[in-house]
């Protein structure tokens, strides 16, 4: 943290420079990274700002990412908060509720992130606060489509709750998440300079928001994927039931495209962390070399897109190709081992009646 806060006392990276340092782990989604790199390095102005003590006419760059299961969005925030150096927590906004009803208030996400601050408030307030699941706290107040009944408590109220944090205010959280209703052990935080970063699906619209509809019969799978996905627009999130008071306070709104074959297919060999270099550095353990070649993992590719998942459920499923000779490994040392396409294809008949946690 100390590092930190010499390099932005002297200059903040560039957003040229967070872009490169994200473009090595994030996959894809060029726009999204160009976007997200302006933002955050206008979050490292304005808190070098502040702790100059003048005055900054400089706004909070909180955002929200739209985007289909899988396409990055959380692995883009946390790879970010590496980049930035500051304190980072994820939390899913359905596990909030109203002020007054039984389930966590909105103060507590802040706390989650003091706790990963190890309870210091200066490191806190220059964090990042990542919420997920955003699209599920839309109002359901309004019929069928995103559901229904009259009280709200995990819905518009936990938006109106939340503007005072993504504006920024001095608040009081408890300084033990697991003890939230001790009423005696609170600190207070100020939330000005806490970059937020809100994530959802909004499925709903990526369902419905084709103007042509849906394509139908024959070759329909080779046409959706052409067809370039339509931007959501600021009216279509309020009409979803996004308060535009909370959508205000995210000044920078971007959207995550599929991830098509080629970019899966980078996403499981080019990241330093890539899950094909973790399997291979496993096996090395017990001297055996492992070789994923390019007709293997394309199959991996394809199965995760008939399923929707993503980019997330690569994991999952290499996992399960791979369960056999991770368990036979300490016995088979100084061998050579290929996952290629037949490999697979066997393993992954066994997964179709299978549920992938994805």
């Not at 699906?201 to 799978?221: K, N, V, Y």
Request: hydrophobic share 40%.
């Amino acid at each position: 943290m100390e590092s930190s806060a010499r390099r932005e006392e002297a200059a903040p990276l560039t957003p040229r420079e967070i872009f490169e340092r994200l473009d090595r782990y994030v996959i894809g989604q060029d726009v999204v990274k160009r976007a997200v790199a302006i933002a955050a390095h206008n979050h490292l102005k304005r808190i070098q700002a502040r702790r100059m003590r003048r005055q900054s006419l400089i706004k909070k760059s909180n955002i929200l990412l739209i985007g289909p299961t899988g396409s990055g969005k959380t692995h883009i925030a946390r790879n970010l908060a590496e980049i930035l150096q500051v304190p980072f927590t994820t939390v899913d906004a359905t596990e909030y509720t109203e002020a007054g009803y039984y389930g966590k208030d909105v103060e507590v996400m802040v706390s989650d992130l003091l706790f990963k601050a190890n309870h210091s408030v200066e490191d806190t307030q220059r964090g990042i606060i990542f919420i997920d699941e955003v699209d599920k706290i839309a109002r359901r107040t309004q019929g069928a489509r995103n559901g229904a009944g009259s009280r709200d408590i995990g819905g518009e109220g936990v938006q109106q709750s939340l503007l005072k944090l993504l504006e920024g205010r001095e608040v009081h959280v408890p300084m033990n998440v697991t003890q939230a209703w001790n009423k005696s052990d609170f600190v207070q935080v100020d939330t000005r300079d806490i970059l937020f970063i809100c994530a959802g699906t909004f499925s709903d619209l990526h369902d419905f928001g084709d103007e042509g509809g849906r394509a139908m019969g024959f070759g329909a799978d080779a046409l959706g994927a052409k067809r370039k996905e339509k931007r959501i627009s600021t009216k279509q999130l309020v009409d979803f039931g996004m308060m535009a008071e909370f959508l205000g306070r995210m000044p920078v709104m971007v959207q995550l495209e599929r991830l098509g074959e080629s970019d899966l297919l980078r996403v499981l060999t080019e990241p330093p962390d890539a899950i094909t270099r973790e399997f291979k550095e496993l096996l090395a353990l017990d001297e055996i070399e492992l070789e994923f070649p390019e007709s293997g993992l394309r199959e991996v590719v394809r199965y995760s897109m008939s399923r929707g998942l993503g980019a997330r459920g690569l994991r999952s499923i290499l996992e399960h190709v791979m369960s056999d000779i991770m368990f036979e490994a300490p016995e088979r040392k100084h061998r050579h081992v290929t996952v290629d396409a037949e490999f697979v294809k066997a393993r992954l008949a066994a997964l179709d009646d299978v549920e992938l946690n994805a």
